[in-house]
Structures are given as C-alpha cells and as structure tokens.
C-alpha cells in the first residue's frame, strides 16, 4: 500500500459527460501528479500541482482541469467525455527532493 | 527521439533465469533513475531508486546507471513468475518531473 488513495475505483459513463477522479497523497507529500494510461499505452503526464500551485503541464486537454485543495488533496475534471477518453487515471504523491512518485491504485474510466 | 527509450518487449524468460531490463536516455541533465514494476490493471510500484551513477542491489534486484553512455539497467536473478509485469524506467532532473519509459513487458514461464 503506497498510502495514496483514489476514489472512486471504476467510473462508467457516457459520452458528453463530465466526471471528477479525486486523489488523496500520502501524509506530508505536498505534490500530486495525475497521469493517463491507456490500454497497453504507457503512463501520459497531464499535470502536477505542489502545495495548491500548478507546477507543470503534460498532455492534458482543454477539456481536463485539476486542482489541488488546501488539504492538499487533488481533483481531477474530464468533462466533454469521448470514448477516447476511456483509460486507467493514476495519481502519484511526492514530497522529498528525491523526485521518487509513489502511485494509487487508479480510477478505471470507461466512456460509452 | 524520446527522452527515455525502452523496448517495450514482450521479453519471455524461463523461471530462474537472470532477466536483464535497459533503458537509455538522452538527457545530460538527468540526476535521478527509478525502476518502476506494474502488474496488469495496477499502480506503477517504486521498485529501485538511483542517484547519478552506479549501481544498487534490493534482494534479487540490481539497478545500474551508466552517465558515461547514458544508460540504466534493472536486472532480476532467480527470476520467479511473480515477476512477470511491466517494467518502466524513469529519469528525472532537478525540477523533479519524472520522464518515462514505454515501459517492458516481462513474462517469466514456469
């Protein structure tokens, strides 16, 4: 257990729709990494924040936003959903200068 | 060219064999490399951690980096069929974004 948490485990929606993943770090951990995976794809960066701030951008579309809340956990915002967008989501939390990522257990979205 | 290249295989071993797993990267600025395991469907598990060069052994697993060629290794003795999953390297600068390898798959037959 990486003491990352995500919720919910499996979203199953339609195209069109909007969703929200949510992601909890590691207790201390101030950044929070979210990342894509499609099947049998590698790991896509979207974006990371650290204590509340936008620290970088990866591949994230116009129609996927995130934030990270005072309590440092993150959301993440897909909405405008298409199939394409069917995909396994990872957080990752960090809080050392060591760079080291440690991951959730993803949330499953599946678009129909 | 990718900043970090991996075979993404799939690489198939007999059980008890010794597996090698590479990457190479083209990034001079890279400080810091990781081993990463993932099974189907499941979070990348932290597996080694390196700083700059040289070389680090957790049990049957032994992580090396070669700054010299820009290349890291992950090497599994004794390989088990518990070992069969997605391998990722990643190399990171000191801004701590993570830059990804494809990622191999491994299959180790009993």
């Known amino acids: 257990d990486s003491g990352v948490t995500q919720t919910p485990k499996h979203l199953i929606t339609a195209t069109g729709q909007r969703v929200t993943l949510r992601c909890s770090p590691r207790?201390?951990?101030?950044?929070v990494y979210w990342y894509q995976q499609s099947l049998d794809q590698g790991l896509q960066f979207l974006i990371q924040?650290?204590?509340?701030?936008?620290?970088a951008k990866g591949n994230i579309l116009e129609r996927f936003s995130a934030q990270q809340f005072p309590d440092l956990h993150s959301e993440l915002n897909l909405s405008s959903l298409e199939l394409g967008d069917s995909a396994l989501y990872f957080c990752?939390?960090?809080?050392?200068?060591?760079?080291?990522?440690?991951f959730g257990p993803g949330t499953r979205l599946t678009v129909l | 060219q990718k900043e970090v290249e991996q075979d993404p295989g799939p690489l198939s071993v007999p059980e008890g064999a010794i597996v090698s797993l590479n990457c190479t990267y083209s990034?001079?600025?890279?400080?810091?490399f990781m081993w990463y395991r993932q099974y189907s469907r499941k979070g990348p598990e932290l597996l080694m951690y390196?700083?700059s060069s040289g070389n680090k052994e957790d049990g049957r697993f032994t992580a090396q980096v070669d700054k010299s060629s820009k290349y890291i290794s992950l090497f599994i003795r004794d390989s088990q069929p518990s070992d069969s999953a997605t391998y990722l390297c990643?190399?990171?600068?000191?801004?701590?974004?993570?830059?990804w390898g494809a990622g191999t798959k491994l299959i180790i037959k009993p």
């Open positions: 990034n001079s600025a890279f400080q810091y």
């Open positions: 924040y650290y204590n509340g701030e936008e620290r």
């Open positions: 990643a190399s990171g600068d000191s801004n701590y974004q993570l830059i």
């Open positions: 390196t700083y």
């Open positions: 207790s201390g951990d101030l950044s």
């Open positions: 990752a939390s960090s809080g050392g200068t060591s760079g080291e990522q440690f």
